[in-house]
T-cell receptor, first 111, second 114 residues
Framework: DAKTTQPPSMDCAEGRAANLPCNHS???????VYWYRQIHSQGPQYIIH???NNETNEMASLIITEDRKSSTLILPHATLRDTAVYYC????????????FGKGTMLLVSP | NAGVTQTPKFRILKIGQSMTLQCTQD?????MYWYRQDPGMGLKLIYY???????DKGEVPNGYNVSRSTTEDFPLRLELAAPSQTSVYFC?????????????FGPGTRLTVT
């Protein structure tokens, strides 16, 4: 599996867009990029995933660079409830594969 | 749908005691997983199952056992509890391969071994 690098922490003002970066320079062609988040004392929550095209859902947008070596998760209007640890995960889509969670980015949304 | 439920929420064990962490999902998912999360760390996979009767080891299986007799239930057994097993345990399920489908997580069981 490709390794990922995320900043340990980020701050964002409430109502502004939160842009969380992730580097995955060793990603291979059949690996997906997944984003999960974990609010304090809760189980992780799926946000979004993609292969090479940009993706959007009701929670967030995922922008993947053309060379697929990095991606950005965008929360368009961050709220206090978005304060959480955000995990970027890269995993091949074959076999009995599972997801490996690293340390992630602690996003703090302030009033 | 209740999703993924776990019991108990909290438990304190003495060294050498045994216990079973329960996990149930009502989404008819074939794939189920057990993770542990130590303070300030990411999640580590303990065991997973791709269907009833089929289980396999993850990254940190030592000291644990699992069984999968039904689609809904995936209990995790600790036979001889050790302080190193103090952690938060999360159960998860997914409709297919974890890399293609999102995983749904339970609320966790906080275990302390003293």
């Amino acid at each position: 599996d490709a390794k990922t690098t995320q900043p340990p922490s980020m701050d964002c003002a409430e109502g502004r867009a939160a842009n969380l970066p992730c580097n995955h320079s060793t990603i291979s062609g059949n690996e997906y990029v997944y984003w999960y988040r974990q609010i304090h004392s809760q189980g992780p929550q799926y946000i979004i995933h993609g292969l090479k095209n940009n993706e959007t859902n009701e929670m967030a947008s995922l922008i993947i660079t053309e060379d697929r070596k990095s991606s950005t998760l965008i929360l368009p209007h961050a709220t206090l409830r978005d304060t959480a640890v955000y995990y970027c995960i890269v995993r091949v889509a074959t076999g009995y594969s599972t997801l490996t969670f690293g340390k992630g980015t602690m996003l703090l949304v302030s009033p | 749908n209740a999703g993924v439920t776990q019991t108990p929420k909290f438990r304190i064990l003495k060294i050498g005691q045994s216990m079973t962490l329960q996990c149930t999902q009502d989404m008819n998912h074939n794939y189920m997983y057990w993770y542990r999360q130590d303070p300030g760390m990411g999640l580590k996979l303990i065991y997973y199952s791709v269907g009833a009767g089929i289980t396999d080891k993850g990254e940190v299986p030592n000291g644990y056992n699992v069984s999968r007799s039904t689609t809904e239930d995936f209990p995790l057994r600790l036979e001889l509890a050790a302080p190193s097993q103090t952690s938060v345990y999360f159960c998860a399920s997914s409709p297919g391969l974890a890399s293609l489908y999102e995983q749904y997580f339970g609320p966790g069981t906080r275990l302390t071994v003293t």
